[in-house]
């Protein structure tokens, strides 16, 4: 896969609790020149949509660990679309997911995904679940009419895994995310069943690629 069509597969991301705006116009004026999306923190988005608005722009929910109550995070995601957004993703709750509380978790997926009209991908944590539960998730993102599911936040130990993407790939569109820092990394996560990467080293990806 060549650099023109790799790019648009990649959500160029900055995440951390440091991120300022001066980092996100970095993140915006990279993925303008390479063509590629962008995944920023939500207060930015509307700063985002101003500034770049060529770049297709990817904002968080209810990160990052997803604790965040039903109606806050439908809220998020409205105050996120509105602002500018062009698609959320959401980090389910894992604690529900683990104590089988999945007509919960599925409610609150629905709920956010029926309150905006962009695409909706719901963050699974993978390294906190077991394969049962992945697929228990997945189900539940499903039901819920979600656009994809995407493996990490970054923020657990442990990101995205070829053997995760296969088993997410059986229920959804997947987003690898975390830990994926080189074009041999993003092709292996792409071959697996992804469609799209989430990195904060998208460029490097990009370089990696033939031209």
């Excluded at 997410?168 to 292996?188: Q, T």
Aim: glycine share 8%.
């Amino acid at each position: 896969m060549d650099r023109d069509e790799l790019a648009p597969l990649i959500d160029h991301t900055v995440l951390g609790p440091e991120t300022a705006i001066a980092d996100v116009e970095d993140v915006l004026d990279a993925a303008a020149d390479h063509g590629m999306n962008a995944c920023i923190p939500p207060y930015a988005v509307e700063h985002a949509a101003d500034y770049a608005p060529e770049v297709t722009v990817a904002t968080v929910i209810g990160f990052p660990h997803g604790q965040n109550g039903p109606d806050v995070k439908r809220r998020e995601g409205v105050l996120a679309w509105k602002a500018g957004a062009d698609e959320l993703d959401v980090v389910l709750n894992v604690a529900n997911v683990k104590t089988g509380r999945l007509e919960a978790v599925e409610a609150e997926l629905a709920e956010l995904v029926a309150a905006v009209p962009i695409p909706v991908k719901v963050i699974l944590e993978t390294a906190l679940l077991t394969d049962d539960e992945k697929r228990d998730a997945c189900e539940a993102a499903r039901e819920a009419d979600a656009a994809m599911v995407k493996t990490s936040t970054g923020f657990a130990d442990g990101g995205a895994t070829v053997a995760d993407v296969e088993l997410m790939s059986e229920f959804l569109p997947v987003k690898a995310s975390g830990g994926v820092g080189s074009y041999d990394e993003a092709m292996a996560m792409l071959e697996a069943g992804a469609e799209r990467i989430g990195a904060s080293s998208g460029v490097e990806i990009l370089e990696g690629a033939p031209e």
